[in-house]
């Protein structure tokens, strides 16, 4: 039977007690297992060797959020120069603006001579034809 003490641990006694409620140290013994660090001196063991922690659910979100960081500064620095590359494009192109009108203005002028001169070609052959039938007459 338990019996309950007045200002006691609740309710819950424990056979064979450790002084001060806490929870004894543990070392590693030869097989893998754990002993507590008063029988594990006994036998010789070393304290627990240091064990990397495992990543819980908070430091996954970190990493996510490590490489969100990463990606928004990698499409950043993609946007600022697809920018700085369109900016000089439109930049060139009216610059450039007058200079092609001009360029297609001699254009446009060029081919009315060509087509000009085509036309006096062919005016030119049918007078003859004419002059010749005239002069067989």
Request: hydrophobic share 30%; net charge positive; aromatic share 8%.
């Amino acid at each position: 039977r338990i019996s309950k003490k007045k200002g006691g641990s609740g309710g819950s006694h424990k056979k064979g007690g450790s002084s001060g409620g806490s929870k004894p140290t543990l070392a590693p013994f030869e097989n893998g297992e754990l002993l507590p660090e008063k029988e594990a001196s006994k036998l010789g063991a070393s304290p627990v060797p240091y064990m990397p922690k495992k990543d819980t659910h908070w430091d996954f979100v970190m990493k996510e959020m490590m490489w969100l960081s990463a990606d928004f500064q990698s499409e950043r620095k993609r946007q600022v120069s697809t920018a700085k590359k369109l900016s000089g494009a439109v930049r060139q192109f009216h610059k450039t603006k007058e200079t092609r009108r001009l360029r297609e203005l001699a254009e446009a002028e060029l081919k009315r001579r060509r087509l000009a001169g085509r036309m006096a070609r062919d005016i030119r052959g049918w007078w003859t034809k004419i002059e010749r039938v005239i002069s067989y007459k």
